[in-house]
T-cell receptor, first 114, second 115 residues
């Protein structure tokens, strides 16, 4: 276990459902990230929270809503998704006092929108 | 913004041979270049990285080279083994305000090492 935990591991939801993805880290990191991984596409940065402030929002549709209540927890709230939103959603974390170091990734949530 | 291109998209080698994966980037402000390995159904894991003030770094069978002038960097795996089979991602990073790392990833290389 690398210290970044994502739940659930798998999620199937209808287009009218509301669900949330959860990410938790106990590494003492203070920057957290949501990435989307689709087949045959690069990992796409969605949101960045640094020191609990949202500092990046990469033109993500409003049907994705992030929340970062503290430096250890990150959520991605989902509503009225589309089938093309089916993907692996990865959470990652890092330390802002060590900017040129790699992320630690979670195992991801495999989301299927039906 | 930054654009990272990665080649090849698939690479098949015989066990014991070397494998080379190449990436180019566009933004000269990028200052950190990690490489991640992702096995099927698992999380990406950092295997090696290089910072912009270094030209080459080696860790056992894995090495990375960086050419800042040409804006390209490469991953070299020697004496490949079947357990090296995975998807490899390169990334270029720009440090944002508040010192978060904004990674731009390549599209990945699926490496298959045949026994």
């Amino acid at each position: 276990e690398t210290g970044v935990t994502q739940t659930p591991r798998h999620l199937v939801m209808g287009m009218t459902n509301k669900k949330s993805l959860k990410c938790e880290q106990h590494l003492g990191h203070n920057a957290m990230y949501w990435y989307k991984q689709s087949a045959k596409k690069p990992l796409e940065l969605m949101f960045v929270y640094s020191l609990e402030e949202r500092v990046e929002n990469n033109s993500v549709p409003s049907r994705f809503s992030p929340e970062c209540p503290n430096s250890s927890h990150l959520f991605l709230h989902l509503h009225t998704l589309q089938p093309e939103d089916s993907a692996l959603y990865l959470c990652a974390s890092s330390r802002t006092d060590r900017p040129n170091y790699g992320y630690t990734f979670g195992s991801g949530t495999r989301l299927t929108v039906v | 913004g930054e654009n990272v291109e990665q080649h090849p998209s698939t690479l098949s080698v015989q066990e014991g041979d070397s494998a080379v994966i190449k990436c180019t980037y566009s933004d000269s402000a990028s200052n950190y270049f990690p490489w991640y390995k992702q096995e099927l159904g698992k999380r990406p894991q950092l295997i090696i990285d290089i910072r912009s003030n270094v030209g080459e770094k080696k860790d056992q069978r894995i090495a990375v080279t960086l050419n800042k002038t040409a804006k390209h960097f490469s991953l070299h795996i020697t004496e490949t083994q079947p357990e090296d089979s995975a998807v490899y991602f390169c990334a270029a990073s720009i440090t944002g305000r508040n010192n978060f790392n904004k990674f731009y990833f390549g599209s990945g290389t699926k490496l298959n090492v045949k026994p």
